[in-house]
Structures are given as C-alpha cells and as structure tokens.
C-alpha cells in the first residue's frame, strides 16, 4: 500500500506561484506512474499532468502547459508540482496519484492510491 499526502496548497493572486508537494509512504514511488488531478466546485475531476517511473516522460493537459512542472525526489519520495503565472481557473481541490501502470496519460485508468488533497485558491 502506498499513503499519499499532499502539502502546499492555500492561497495566491493571480500571477504568483506556489509548489505543492505529495510525500509517500508505505512502498517508495521509484516504480510508480505518478500525476497531478484536480476537482474545482461543481466539476468533475481533471486531470493535471502525469509523469513516468523514469521521469523521462512527462504529458500536461494544455491549459497548464508552460505554466506547471512535475517533478520528482525519489530520494525523499516525493513528488512536486510547481504551479507559476497562476489563474483564478487554476482555483480547485489538488490531489497526487500514484499508479503501477506505466502509461503517463492516467485520465484514461483508475490510479490505485490517490491522496486527500489540498486546496489552491487564486484570486484576481
């Protein structure tokens, strides 16, 4: 079983920055598929961005391209998703997921571990 748990969210202007951070626990992520999603008021969850076991693989859904960046510390098992030139649509519910399949592009599967979340509030 791996525990997901997300850190770093609260509230930015539009324009700032902020870094969230998933700290795992129970297996080490090195072999797992891990991504960002995230669920605004009233919608339905979105997926965020994705990257491989290796790192070397990475796919963003288009509205956040150039503006957010996966990453990962396999050292400190952890996974980071900086988020720049934030918008007030960027507003929603953040979540980590971890999953053993090694297809980057994680809206089309269930990932097995999710984590509880945390909340990013842009105002403008």
């Known amino acids: 079983q791996v525990q997901l748990v997300e850190s770093g969210g609260g509230l930015a202007q539009a324009g700032a920055s902020l870094r969230l951070s998933c700290a795992a626990s129970g297996r080490s992520l090195r072999t797992y598929t891990v991504g960002w999603f995230r669920q605004a008021p009233g919608k339905e969850r979105e997926f965020v961005v994705g990257m491989s076991w290796l790192g070397d693989t990475t796919y963003y859904v288009d509205s956040v391209k150039g503006r957010f960046t996966v990453s990962r510390d396999n050292a400190r098992n952890t996974v980071y998703l900086q988020m720049n030139s934030l918008k007030p649509e960027d507003t929603a519910v953040y979540y980590c997921?971890?999953?053993?399949?090694?297809?980057?592009?994680?809206?089309?599967?269930?990932?097995?571990?999710w984590g509880q979340g945390t909340q990013v509030t842009v105002s403008s």
């Open positions: 997921a971890a999953s053993s399949r090694t297809y980057v592009r994680m809206w089309e599967y269930e990932p097995e571990y």
